[in-house]
């Protein structure tokens, strides 16, 4: 027989993501609405290791669903890699009675709590929280929708400048190792190319779309370029390389950064965090642990915590099809 669930715990780790507080929100009203008690974690693993924790109720999480950030905090945390770390970290889950943790993060967050599952038998529900959309078993993961807005509106700005100046823009954004952002944003924005690392370009073939955009007649150009893609690596080096060889551009580099992090998270991210969590908590009082909440297809559906983490996602090649003829 499973053991009844009384008492949820809920923590944010790993990078930020707008949606995280609608996150929060949508699991301790989930557990007021079931009856059960909720506890939140501060500063993700970190708060686990150091019993750092704040009882969360129906109204303590009132007027946060449209806060970017996160009001639980976040952290990377390098103690919760050791073993000694987890020790504590799972000596304080037990000594506040949490039957159950819901972990709203991304892969690393997931590998955090697949190990705490496995040495110390603590049930863990996983929520795909995070900006760059890399998470296997979920279509979108919270933040994504506010990040890519938040670069085509940084972006939009950008192409007034490139117009007026008749310049070449290279603008960095966010993902790790993965192109989504990139992608997306990148159509949506227009760009004249986009640098991803699914997806070698190569310079020769940057280059020449570049002189080929000129000489049909482009007189300023955006290229978005994916923090992890392999000749965007080094982007101001990127854009002195197009300079040396194409010296008629005016090249200048944007880097967005921690821009792409912030921000009052859009409808599409309120609504996925919500229905990912009420899902993580009837799932968690179903006794169900060691999987992920994600959201295929526009439903809400549970996948084996190992599984997410055993794939990537792959990116969508029709998009880069249809950048490539819309750059035309
Ligand atoms: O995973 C989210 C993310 O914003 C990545 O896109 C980026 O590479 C990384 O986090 C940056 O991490 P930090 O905020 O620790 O510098």
Known sequence: MTKRIKRIGVMTSGGDS???????RAVARACAYYRVECFGFMRGFQGMIEGDYIELNARSVRNIINLGGTVLKSARSKEFLTEEGREKAAAHLKKANIDAMILIGGDGTFRGGKILSEEHNIPVIGVPGTIDNDIFGTHYTIGYDTALNTVIDAVDK???TASSHNRLFFVEVMG????????????GAGAEEILIPEEDLGLDRLLNSLERSRRSGKTSSIVIVSEGDKIGKNVFELAAYVKDNLPY?????????????????TCFDRVLASRLCVKAVELALDGQQDIMVGMMNNEIKAIELVNALKSKPTINKELLRISDILSV
Do not use: E
Not at 18 to 24: L, R, V
Not at 176 to 187: E, H, K, P
Not at 254 to 263: A, C, E, K, M, Y
């Open 18 to 24: 707008p949606g995280m507080n609608a996150a929060i």
């Open 158 to 160: 950008i192409r007034d």
């Open 176 to 187: 790790r190792d993965a192109g989504f952002i990139a992608l997306n944003s990148g159509i």
């Open 249 to 265: 551009y005016d090249a200048k580099v944007t880097v967005l950064g921690h821009i792409q992090r912030g921000g009052s998270p």
